[in-house]
């Protein structure tokens, strides 16, 4: 072998022998998962007795049955409307402010990221306790002269929001933190020039700032709908998908039915799993064509 | 020549790790002893004897792998302590304890799914229907027949609940119902007379009246839509929730419709309320704070009030009888051994001492459970402690809590009926024919 053909060996062997533990990880813990979970989508499994074929019946099922046509999907589809676009707007104006010169702003910035690393099951119980019947919410509403005897997470029609304003007010942080770095990027001078030009404020925010945070805009919206998507931990905490499945979301259900079953139901399980990946995939595909037209 | 080492070091430290997690393997010691001894005998032979003398060989020691939930760490000890006077009585056999500290449930079915489940564990008779069918469990009556230790020993209703098709799989250890806890303080206030055992559903209706105070947040009487509080209503009525042999369900027969519209109307009249209503997540804290003046609850509140509310003085009676008689649920946990049980002799000796009388005994006189065996049914622990006595005798009328295969989904659709009349005002009997419906469908899935 010439000199060059063993070094280029060496090195794609130094390579793998690097990426081996992951690799492993991730093939025996992500791709054979997912293959497996295809799979099983296809059967009726109960965990003790062998995955018995069914064909498409799940997925046909899961399109008819109520509990996701009429309430995991709807929930989700609100979830998500609602939490994406307050979160990473909310967050860009907050970034916007705490990048500026005022005073205390490492404090603000450590205030505002607190919530982001706080675990999220301690969140949501604190925050049962504070939206219950008798919690600080309702008495500060009742200060304000605003009806304050709402059953904020047993009412069909406030649990959802409830659960949406948790989720906004602990994700401000973590995208906040990302539109802060690039807001970092900006070089001043294009400030400058717009200031030249006489630019408002508001103008200048709304012509120089957004466009040029394109790419960290992009990507608070992807990740954001990513984990919008598949919002579990504060449904499990809270309300178990209830009253009446009013907060029942589709990663919810993928548990419910697998796991909260007397007789689990993994193979309808895994169909709605699947379901809900093709969900997100193709709402990432229209908001990347979305960020790419306009450029 | 610096890539290479890195690759060689990269791949021992990848050898290391599958070394270190490689899994132990245990020692076995046994003892032979052989003695020759040489004979001279008169003759012209030489005869050689060799005398084989085997010393002691102790029995190998069997390795029982024992699971369950832990409610509290006291309990947890309690165990622990059982444990180990067994192991001082059997010193063969060990037991290794690996609680399970939550989510007890899905860890179970992946562990017995993959068939690494331990050889003693908990089953729920919620849930034993399901592992029943699916045979992951061994049928303990040869064991049984071993030791001596009859189903006639243990409370009827309890070990009927465990046996399938005419077999028994698990041996109940403990078991709790729901009894009528009253506030003796609120009571006296009004001037009422406190319930007894003879209260009707007319007398329960009257005193909720009498102790409510909507305008101050109390309530005579907690309503939650619960699967586990309603169904002793519709015993009590004469009814059922599913067929005896649990292929349909009985939601919308008359019965189970009159006695929603009985457990409903306390809170649209007024006189009763669900936990939210009040600010808390369920009935005993309401109880305990002194906004609910009875509750329907079980033996873990009167840990729970001595703990957390020990100035609230209470009572317990049997739950009210209704217009068809008394009704009650038994809530059950047994423990059962798993088909895949190396040393079933062995298991059976720790699930024997810790649900033999001995075991029971200890176990009633700290007051974290109730025995399962009949023999304990005039232990003095109960003219001390009437509430439990209360409790205990709930058993001898009470239904098991379990709804077959499909459990869960009957739970839900029942939970959610009684919230669909609460939440969105619709008649008991469109909330139930709606959950039999959806139930009829989930049954032919």
């Known amino acids: 072998m010439s000199m060059r053909m063993r070094r280029q060996l060496s090195e794609w062997l130094t390579a793998y022998v690097f990426l081996s533990p992951y690799l492993f990880t991730f093939g025996v813990f992500t791709v054979f998962a997912v293959c497996r979970a295809f799979y099983l989508s296809f059967t009726k499994y109960d965990l003790f007795s062998p995955p018995q074929w069914v064909g498409l019946k799940n997925y046909i099922l899961l399109f008819r049955k109520e509990e996701f046509i009429k309430h995991a999907l709807p929930n989700t589809l609100k979830y998500v409307a609602g939490v994406v676009p307050t979160q990473t707007i909310i967050s860009l104006i907050v970034a916007f402010a705490l990048d500026q010169e005022i005073k205390f702003r490492r404090f603000f910035r450590t205030f505002f990221y607190v919530p982001s690393v706080t675990s999220s099951v301690v969140i949501s119980l604190i925050f049962m306790w504070l939206f ?96 919008c998507f598949q919002v579990f931990d504060q449904i499990y905490v809270m309300t178990a998908g209830g009253p009446l499945d009013s907060t029942l979301t589709i990663a919810y259900l993928v548990y419910k039915a697998a796991f909260r079953s007397t007789t689990p139901r993994v193979g309808y399980a895994s169909a709605v799993a699947f379901v809900l990946a093709v969900m997100i995939f193709i709402s990432t595909m229209i908001q990347r064509r979305i960020i790419e037209a306009e450029e | 020549m610096r890539s290479k080492l890195l690759a060689v070091v990269a791949l021992l430290a990848l050898v290391a790790m599958a070394v270190a997690c490689a899994p132990p393997t245990p020692e076995k010691v046994v003892e032979t002893v052989v003695v020759t001894k040489e004979v001279p005998v008169e003759v012209t032979k030489i005869v050689e004897v060799t005398k084989e003398v ?49 989510a007890y449930w899905d860890k179970m079915l992946t562990m017995v799914s993959a068939g690494t489940e331990p050889d003693i564990y908990y089953m729920d008779i919620f849930q034993f229907p399901f592992y029943a069918s699916k045979g992951v469990m061994l049928p303990l009556d040869d064991l049984m027949a071993k030791t001596g230790t009859k189903r006639e020993d243990f409370i009827d209703t309890l070990i009927d609940a465990f046996t399938w098709e005419g077999k028994t799989y698990g041996i109940p250890k403990d ?64 009814g059922h929730i599913m067929t005896e042999d649990f292929s349909d369900t009985l939601l919308d027969s008359p019965e189970v419709i009159e006695a929603a519209e009985f457990y409903t109307s306390f809170r649209k009249e007024g006189i009763g309320a669900i936990p939210a209503d009040v600010g808390v997540g369920w009935q005993g804290e309401a109880f305990g704070k002194g906004d609910f003046a009875m509750v329907l609850e079980g033996g873990w509140l009167i840990p729970y009030l001595t703990k957390q509310f020990p100035d609230t003085e209470f009572g317990a009676v049997m739950p009210p009888a209704g217009p068809k008689g008394e009704g009650n649920l038994i809530f059950t946990v047994a423990y059962v051994i798993s088909k895949n049980c190396k040393n079933p002799e062995a ?26 065996r009949k023999a304990l049914l005039d232990d003095p622990y109960f003219d001390e402690h009437p509430v439990s006595a209360t409790i205990f005798r709930g058993a001898e009328i009470g239904t098991p809590f379990m709804w077959g295969l499909h459990g869960s989904d009957v739970n839900e659709q029942m939970a959610k009926a009684l919230e669909r009349v609460y939440l969105e005002g619709v008649s008991c009997e469109e909330a139930f024919k709606e959950a039999a419906k959806n139930l009829r469908e989930i049954f032919k899935e």
């Open chain 2, 347 to 372: 298991a059976w000796e720790v699930i024997n001492y810790l649900t033999g009388i001995e075991n029971q005994t200890t176990v009633l006189r700290t007051g974290f459970a109730l025995p399962s």
């Open chain 2, 175 to 238: 078991f709790n119902t729901l009894a009528l806890f009253y506030n003796k303080k609120m009571f006296a206030d009004a001037g009422l007379a406190e319930p007894t055992d003879d209260w009707t559903w007319d007398d329960l209706k009257a005193a909720a009246k009498a102790l409510s105070k909507p305008e101050e947040n109390i309530y005579g009487f907690g309503v939650p839509p619960d699967p586990g509080r309603f169904p002793i209503f519709v015993f009590q009525n004469g």
């Open chain 1, 132 to 227: 219950s019947k008798v919690g600080a919410v309702n008495y500060i509403l009742g200060m304000l002269g605003l009806p304050s005897d709402i059953n904020w997470l047993t009412s069909t029609t406030w649990a959802l929001p409830t659960i949406m304003m948790v989720n906004i007010w602990s994700t401000i942080g973590t995208m906040m933190l990302i539109f802060l770095a690039a807001l970092q990027d900006i070089p001043t001078e294009y400030y400058e020039a717009a200031m030249i030009d006489g630019a408002s404020r508001f103008q200048i925010f709304l012509h120089v700032t957004i466009p040029l945070l394109r790419p960290a805009i992009f990507f608070v919206v992807t990740m954001g709908l990513i984990g």
């Open chain 2, 54 to 102: 085997v010393k002691e060989v102790e029995k190998p020691r069997v390795e029982v792998r024992l699971s369950g939930w832990t409610a509290s760490p006291e309990e947890e000890n309690l165990l622990r302590a059982s444990l180990y006077e067994f192991s001082l009585q059997h010193p063969d056999i060990v037991v290794k304890y690996e609680p399970i500290t939550e």
